[in-house]
């Protein structure tokens, strides 16, 4: 058998934890299951990842990626301030939609993580990269169209994205979509108030949220 690195391991076992924690959950996720999804020794999992955790930790971090990932390309660089909020909220709402599983996987790591200490730098990690990828791109955008930020980018990210975290459990739990859109349209317009706009129903793009009319 042709020896494989550490380095082209690593993906290929990520997406095996991934896939099979999806599927049964992170409690399932042992060295042994994670190398016998893959089809390899367990021996190879703790060459790659040093620890369990540390298998963990990439898990988090290629799932942070990845969503950060979609919502950055959705990024509008012609609109006006409150019109590019509503725009990134709706994208962010999308990955909720689209993938749910892994919303799920990430809050099981998360809730996993805070009670294991070798992974609470982890979770630390997750969201300071979650808010300064938002923070940045509230930024940004004050910057581009001239808009005056009354609050730190930073304070408006987190009160905006702990909304999100809420909304997600509750579809994920009890979804509505309905409710959910409701919900959503009134969040964008209490952060967007927040970030010294005016205080209104703020429009968000309903068909980017849901993905409803696009085949994208």
Known sequence: MAHVS?????????????????REGVAAGSTRAIAAELGVAQATV???FG???GLYHAVMEQLTDE???LVKRAAPTDLGFEETLSTLAAAMWRTVRDQPSSHQLLGEL????????????????????????????IAETADRTGHTLP???TTIAR?????VDGLTTQHLA??????EWACLQALVSASVTLAGGRLHLVAVDRELATGTGSDT
Do not use: C, W
């Open 6 to 22: 550490a380095a082209e391991r690593r993906p290929q076992l990520i997406k095996a934890a991934i896939d099979l924690m999806t």
């Open 46 to 48: 703790h060459y790659t």
């Open 51 to 53: 620890t369990k955790e």
């Open 67 to 69: 969503l950060v990932a």
């Open 110 to 137: 998360t809730l996993f993580a805070l009670r294991t200490p070798p992974l609470r730098d982890a979770v630390e990690s997750h969201y300071r990269n979650v808010t300064d990828v938002a923070a940045g791109l």
């Open 151 to 153: 609050q730190p980018a």
């Open 159 to 163: 009160f905006f994205l702990a909304g």
């Open 174 to 179: 009890m979804p509505d979509e309905e409710a």
